[in-house]
């Protein structure tokens, strides 16, 4: 079987900005990021996805970008670049660039020729239209971010579309010459010798061409069913694979919010030359009166559901993306597992098992490997990011909610959350900087921290560690079949996996007590490749949070 090498790849997430600070100015840099490559060597992951590292006025931390071809002032130049990329490879890791082409910064020069109108090349690049006749915006669509998707620009005398913040304009795809422009500037990447993009939001690429009022959620009209998996994105996809893609020797990964299966298997099937493996976030998404903000956990029958139909719907059709969290979601153990001792430990540790004994490439969040946490924050004065704050003058200064309500749905999950500084060390400010961290490091960080985790063989590091060797040694876990067992469970997380005469049964506890539970018949004398506690079931208990994977030998 000729198995391409994103398919056992383990993909490790780094936030730039939260990573490592070389240089004591208090953000995270890429020379910080090389002085860590033995880290996530001895993790023993294969691919870094870099958030963005280019050039940027850091409205939304790098996702809006003013030079793709040029590295973030702060973050150092592109010798550090070059560097980081020459090591990594040296080392055997491989590094996959965000790349954010839905939208630039309002600081990109496009932006600025495009604004001045008139009959200059640049005029068409972005989405401009006329105000209604009463001079009222061209439709009532909210941004992602607050407010209206639309900007009054006084040079131009237009409005145009931005889906996130107003300093996000979005492009327009529709227009050739922006897809040469940005396929020419991914093929300058691919040169250098990268290894693959993740595509932030790339199933928002494409827009009707009739752009009428959404049906109206909250304060504003919804754009989704305009913009969201719209009328071409497949052909600029497909483009995209001809033109760049099918170049290079690369794993491709969409953002692509609000997929069904059936969707990803468009984006990625293996026969139609687009994209490798989405995200999708059908199991992270959990709306209640506020919308997303809310502290809801989402039960675990609907969480098994959702993990196992994609399991199931994409097997031998597409790939799946693995992930309990990244930059975008609060912290995983925080969400899904219990983050108080003396849970903390086995849930993350259980919830690192459930996940990457499962179909796909998964992904790990810095620090996740940690089980790093929330962070508690006091009040929106402690928040940096655009949409958390955004959020908060929509819902709470506007007088819509109280604060005693909201907030601690917006607390629980806050970006903000995953973007404190990385845990290295109990030294000062976790090791991550010599200067004043750009956002406060987790009080935690002198229990919780990579030196501390490095010295103990019983530490989520070293589970990771182990749970990613197992997927080097095993094909099944790779290429197996999945079957979900105890559906309706409130406790367990059952499932196998089975490759031709190879079995793996996975059993993981969400639960912080004792479960009853039989380990089924033909895995009794199984071999027990991996648990959070040091000894393997008995007697029809399991404990709290408790995790195995147990391997029926063939022939057995
Ligand atoms: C994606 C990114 C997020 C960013 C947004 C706009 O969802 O993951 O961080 O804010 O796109 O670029
Ligand atoms: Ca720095």
Redesign the pocket.
């Given at each position: 079987m000729n198995t391409p090498w994103w398919k056992q790849a383990v993909v490790y997430q780094i936030y730039p900005r939260s990573f490592m600070d070389s240089n004591g100015d208090g953000i995270g840099d890429l020379r910080g990021i090389t002085s860590r490559l033995d880290y996530l060597k001895k993790l023993g992951i294969d691919v870094i996805w870099l958030?963005p590292i280019y050039q940027s006025p850091n409205d939304?931390?790098g996702?809006?970008i003013s030079d793709y071809r040029a590295i973030m002032t702060e973050f150092g130049t592109m010798e550090d670049f070059d560097e980081l990329l020459a090591k990594a490879h040296e080392k055997g890791l491989k590094i996959v660039m965000d790349l954010?082409v839905?939208?630039t910064s309002d600081e990109h020069r496009w932006f600025a020729e495009s604004r001045k109108g008139g009959e200059g090349p640049y005029r068409d690049y972005y989405i401009w239209r006329d105000g209604k006749e009463d001079g009222g915006l061209p439709n009532n669509w909210g941004a992602?971010?607050g407010g209206p998707a639309w900007q009054f620009d006084q040079e131009r005398g237009q409005y145009y579309l931005h889906l996130?913040s107003k300093k996000?304009p979005d492009l327009n795809w529709d227009h050739p010459a922006v897809r040469d422009d940005v396929f020419d500037m991914m093929n300058w990447w691919c040169e250098k010798g990268i290894d693959g993009f993740r595509m932030?939001?790339i199933s928002m690429i494409s827009k009707t061409k009739d752009m009428p009022d959404g049906e109206v959620k909250g304060l504003y009209g919804d754009y989704s069913p305009y913009c969201v998996h719209g009328p071409k994105v497949h052909d600029y996809l497909r483009e995209m694979n001809r033109k760049v893609l099918s170049k290079y020797d690369l794993m491709t990964v969409g953002?692509t919010?609000g997929v069904t299966p059936k969707d990803a298997c468009l984006y990625a099937g293996a026969d139609r030359g687009e994209l490798n493996m989405v995200f999708q976030f059908e199991h992270v998404d959990v709306h209640g009166a506020y919308g997303k903000w809310n502290e809801k956990r989402m039960p675990l029958p609907q969480l098994k559901e959702i993990l196992s139909r994609w399991q199931t719907e994409l097997s031998g059709k597409a790939w799946n993306s693995l992930f309990w969290d990244?930059?975008?979601q609060p912290r995983a153990v925080s969400r899904f597992g219990d983050d108080r001792a003396p849970y903390r430990v086995l849930s993350a540790k259980a919830l690192a098992t459930c996940l990457h004994m499962m179909q796909g490439t998964p992904y790990i969040y810095q620090g996740e490997e940690l089980g790093m946490t929330n962070y508690p924050f006091r009040g929106p004065e402690d928040f940096q990011d655009?949409?958390s704050l955004h959020a908060y003058e929509e819902w709470c200064e506007s007088g819509r909610v109280s604060h005693e309500r909201f907030w601690p749905c917006i607390a629980a999950v806050s970006?903000d959350n995953a973007r404190t500084p990385m845990q290295w060390d109990e030294t000062d400010q976790a090791g991550f900087t010599k200067g004043t961290p750009w956002m406060p490091v987790n009080p935690n960080y002198k229990e919780i921290n990579a030196r501390a985790e490095l010295a103990d063989p019983d530490s989520v590091f070293y589970h990771y560690q182990k749970l990613i060797a197992l997927r080097k040694q095993y094909p099944v876990i790779v290429h197996g079949t999945y079957r979900l067992l105890l559906p309706d469970s409130e406790e367990l997380f059952v499932y196998e996996r089975i490759l031709g005469e190879e079995k793996l049964l996975v059993v993981c506890s969400f639960a912080d007590h004792e479960t009853e539970f039989q380990v089924p018949g033909e895995f009794v004398l199984g071999t027990c490749l991996i648990s959070n506690y040091r000894d393997r079931p008995e007697k029809g208990v399991l404990r709290a949070y408790e995790a195995v994977v147990l391997h029926r030998q063939p022939g057995l």
């Open positions: 958030s939304d931390n996702y809006d954010v839905n939208h992602c971010f996130f996000q932030d939001v953002e919010a990244n930059h975008d655009i949409e970006r």
